[in-house]
C-alpha cells in the first residue's frame, strides 16, 4: 500500500531523482503480468534482444560469474549486493556486451519496444528544463558535458551507475558504448567516463 503526497510542483517544473518510483514500478508489473520482475524482463525484453547473460537471480549471476564491485578505500568487495533483491532500479546483474545488445536494440528500432516507448526513453520529456528521458541523461548542449563525451552529438542519451560502468547510444552518429568495471572510484569522477568514450571513439576513427 503506497501514500500519495499532494504534489509540490506541476509537472516537468522541478526534477528529482527518486529510486523509489523503479521499486513501485516493479511492484505494478508484478501484480499485472503475475509474474517476477526477471521472469517478465527476460521474456519480453531479454530474450528477444539476445540478452542471455543478463539477469536479476543472484543464483544465476553466480553460474555466469559476475564480478562485484570492489571497493579501494575499505580494500573490500562490496558483498551486500551479492544476495540483495531486485528493487526496480536495482538487482540487475549484466555485461558489456548484453548492454550494447539492449542499446542498439531499443535504438535501431528491433520492434522489441513500441514507438511510444522509444521516444520516451530516446527524446527530451522535461521540455528541455532538466534533459531528461524516461531512463536516460541527454548530451548537455553547453557546460560540462560529463559522462558524455565532447564527440557525441546533441541526440546522444545515457546514464553512469555507482558501480563504475556507462551506458550511451548516439544513434545520429551510430556510436554506442557500454563500460563496465567494478570500480565505484570510477564513478566519483563523471569525466572519467568522457575520456574513456573520447578514447573509445577516435581509436574507432583511426581504425
Known amino acids: 500500500v503506497y501514500a500519495a503526497r499532494p504534489k509540490s510542483h506541476r509537472p516537468v517544473e522541478q526534477m528529482e531523482y527518486w529510486s523509489t518510483g523503479y ?106 528544463g532538466h534533459l531528461k528521458t524516461i531512463g536516460f541523461w541527454m548530451r548537455p548542449q553547453e557546460g560540462s558535458l560529463c559522462p558524455f563525451s565532447p564527440e557525441m552529438s546533441n541526440h546522444a542519451v545515457g546514464h553512469p551507475g555507482y558501480t563504475g560502468c556507462f551506458l550511451a547510444a548516439d544513434p545520429e552518429s551510430g556510436f554506442y558504448i557500454a563500460i563496465t568495471s567494478t570500480s565505484p572510484n570510477l564513478h566519483a569522477d563523471f569525466c572519467n567516463y568522457s575520456r574513456i568514450a573520447s578514447a573509445a571513439l577516435h581509436q574507432l576513427r583511426d581504425s
Open 23 to 128: 521499486f513501485v514500478l516493479m511492484e505494478v508489473l508484478e501484480t499485472v503480468y503475475g509474474a517476477t520482475i526477471d521472469e517478465i524482463v527476460t521474456s519480453r525484453l531479454l530474450r528477444p534482444l539476445g540478452m542471455d547473460r543478463t539477469t536479476f537471480l543472484s543464483r544465476r549471476a553466480q553460474e555466469l560469474r559476475r564480478l562485484l564491485p570492489y571497493d579501494l578505500a575499505t580494500n573490500r568487495e562490496l558483498t551486500g549486493v551479492a544476495h540483495a533483491p531486485p528493487l526496480g532500479e536495482t538487482g540487475l546483474w549484466t555485461c558489456a556486451e548484453d548492454l550494447l545488445a539492449f542499446v542498439r536494440g531499443i535504438s535501431q528500432g528491433s520492434g522489441v519496444v513500441s514507438e511510444r516507448a522509444l521516444d520516451l526513453l530516446l527524446r527530451d520529456q522535461s521540455n528541455g
